[in-house]
């Protein structure tokens, strides 16, 4: 064994008691044996300490940190994991989910050996609460994934606005194993930022720089239950603001290259009332004008677009009713 460990791996855990012990089990039994893992608490109001300190003075434990105020965010808990690893590469394990015991063998095989990889990620099993088998990620997004292997499961910057904007082919971080390298490239003053999204910040901002490969081998276990952050980040409105927030700060770099460019308009297009609603102001001001500058979008809908920006900053910011209720005319006339 190296006396730096190979692989440092991050388990952010929020009030995931019930599912904690799974996850920890299923990382220290791993066939690979090469890591370090750092579990990081934000401030769990549940038995999740308890379930920690089961674990302290286990040999492959480095860091047990227990937050006394809670950030706000799971990926602040990313960047201070990110922080503190020593190894090359980085696996961060969601702390409601499980892998199989092969996940590090062979994803570190594939990474390993390709230096032109920034990250790859795996196939995922979707999961009850109580882990019960409910369908695969590729077999749900089966058209997006039969589109990736028409590109050699390979995602980059020819390719990314189509598995990575159009959609989001990569469900759960659980599934992805980072180099160090590539993760350390990224702003982290802006992924700090994110409340839902940071995950798609972070795969557009690899994919960019290096390639990102997918294997198509169910090694993770995603669970599907009511405290998922995505499914309250819909309810919430989140995911549409950090996806307004991604697609500005990727923009230019992304509309550089025309393969990308009509899923880019199409996908704004799709979204925009949505990013209206949700999104900061002057993040949609920003993406208007870029793509206006381009020649992306007609005039007509760009003052469509523009008027209905001034009817939302218009309406009393306090005044949430009127605003959900003009978010759902326009939602019905669209």
């Excluded at 579990?39 to 999740?48: A, E, G, K, Y």
């Excluded at 961060?92 to 499980?98: K, V």
């Excluded at 393969?259 to 297009?269: G, M, P, T």
């Amino acid at each position: 064994m190296h006396s730096t460990p190979l692989i440092s791996i991050i388990i952010p855990n929020y009030n995931h008691a019930l599912y904690l012990k799974q996850r920890i089990d299923s990382v220290l039994n791993q066939t690979f044996q090469d890591f370090e893992l750092i579990i990081l608490d934000d401030c769990s109001t549940d038995s999740s300490r308890e379930i920690i300190e089961l674990y302290r003075g286990n040999p492959k434990i480095l860091q047990i940190i227990y937050n006394k105020k809670n950030s706000g965010g799971v990926f602040k808990q990313w960047i201070k994991g990110i922080e503190k690893a020593k190894g090359e590469y980085v696996w961060i394990a969601e702390s409601d989910d499980y892998s199989a015991d092969t996940f590090l063998e062979e994803t570190l095989k594939v990474l390993k050996n390709d230096p032109a990889l920034g990250m790859v990620f795996t196939n995922s099993n979707t999961v009850t609460n109580k882990g019960a088998f409910l369908t695969t990620t590729a077999e749900s997004k089966n058209g997006t994934y039969a589109k990736l292997a028409t590109d050699g499961n390979i995602i980059d910057r020819h390719n990314v606005s189509s598995f990575l904007i159009s959609e989001m082919i990569i469900e759960n971080a659980g599934c992805v194993l980072f180099r160090k390298k590539s993760l350390l490239s990224l702003n982290f003053l802006e992924l700090e930022k994110y409340i839902n999204t940071g995950d798609r910040f972070a795969y557009v901002g690899i994919a960019l720089n290096a390639q990102v490969r997918y294997i198509p081998k169910a090694l993770n276990f995603m669970r599907s239950h009511e405290h998922n952050t995505t499914k309250k980040s819909f309810e919430n409105g989140n995911i549409h603001k950090d996806r307004l927030r991604v697609l500005n700060y990727y923009f230019n770099d992304m509309d550089n290259y025309t393969s990308n460019r009509e899923n880019i308009v199409a996908f704004y297009k799709t979204n925009y009332l949505s990013f209206i609603h949700y999104g900061e102001y002057q993040d949609n001001i920003t993406l208007l004008r870029k793509l206006k500058e381009r020649k992306e979008i007609r005039t007509r809908f760009y003052q469509l677009v523009w008027f209905n920006l001034f009817l939302f900053k218009r309406v009393d910011l306090k005044s949430k009713i009127l605003k959900g209720i003009y978010y759902r005319i326009l939602l019905m006339q669209k």
